[in-house]
């Protein structure tokens, strides 16, 4: 079974954002990733992009994986009027699942520099993904490529404009969902190399440490999405504030994990666990999505009275 198999429990339904389920949202994401950081990614990428078509009051298709392409870049792909009709021209970078996914919410940009955010079904002609040149084996299942979009679109396409699709109360929240996601991954990491922990006191005390790591992880997104549910971040900057802190944290966290693991058992179990090693670096590279000191700048600003 592919790793994205929608029969996957990993593809179950889950509760929106802020309905008074996001702890066990938060949850599931970690137990997800922890049974492997590339289903991770691509199960919280569809089930964000449900949660944004929700956010927007849009009825959702559940048949077929669903993506998020928003990442920026120099050339920003154009969605520009023509008629009653609009055409979607030029390329959207950092496209995970470009070959495999069968519908994706895109972010580009207006005439007038502004966002918008369109649904595309992937399975026409006008898209087109470049060959693939993704060289690490880190994430290489996810298949992260651009794609070339030549097409024209509905205005029903349209989900939102006048960056909606940032200013929308579900963006910073979704961001703390991929940081569990981040936590769930290391915490695989660390399941797996249980049967084969050293016995000695030193490996001990890193065990320790990392477990109450893992404790505060667990703490902090609790605590992000209680905070979430009963609102009590309720403008935009608060919810930036919320989804920053909680990033940093884990992303520090989940780094200071890492570098116990090795310290405390040193290179054996990377070169004869299968696929640990492949498993660390789709780690580090999943949460390389946190901007580290750029988010920390932002959140020292916020931070400000």
């Known amino acids: ?117 369109v649904l595309i079904d992937l399975d026409q002609e006008g898209v087109r993904p470049a060959a693939a040149n993704w ?60 049967p084969v922990w050293k016995q000695d006191s030193h490996a001990a005390a890193h065990l320790g440490a990392i477990d109450a790591i893992l404790w505060n992880l667990r703490l902090t997104l609790d605590g992000a999405a209680k905070e979430i549910d009963c609102g009590s971040a309720a403008s935009a900057d608060e919810r930036q504030q919320l989804a920053l802190r909680a990033r940093h944290i884990v992303d520090v966290g989940v780094g200071e994990i890492i570098t116990r693991i090795t310290r405390a058992l040193g290179p054996g179990p990377l070169a004869h666990t299968p696929d640990l090693h492949r498993h660390l670096a789709e780690t580090d590279i999943y949460r390389r999505q946190s901007h580290a000191e750029r988010d920390l700048e932002v959140l020292g600003r916020l931070a400000r009275p």
């Open 135 to 194: 060289e690490s084996p880190a994430m290489a299942s996810v298949d992260t490529r651009s794609v070339a979009f030549d097409l024209e679109i509905e205005a029903d396409d349209i989900v939102g404009v006048d960056d909606w699709y940032l200013q929308r109360p579900g963006f910073w929240h979704g961001a703390v969902g991929v940081a569990a996601c981040w936590a769930g991954c290391v915490d695989g990491i660390v399941q797996r190399l249980e």
């Open 1 to 117: 079974m592919a790793e994205w198999d929608l029969d996957d429990p990993a593809f179950e339904a889950v509760a929106p954002l802020g309905t008074g389920a996001t702890v066990e949202r938060f949850r599931a994401l970690w137990t997800t990733a922890a049974r492997s950081p590339s289903l991770g990614r691509v199960a919280e990428a569809h089930h964000d992009a449900i949660a944004i078509l929700t956010e927007a009051g849009r009825a959702v298709d559940q048949l077929g994986l669903y993506a998020v392409w928003a990442a920026g870049g120099p050339d920003p792909l154009r969605l520009e009027r023509s008629g009653e009709r609009w055409q979607l021209r030029g390329s959207k970078h950092w496209c995970s699942g470009a070959t495999f996914v069968s519908r994706a919410l895109v972010t580009a940009q207006l005439d007038d520099g502004t966002g918008a955010l």
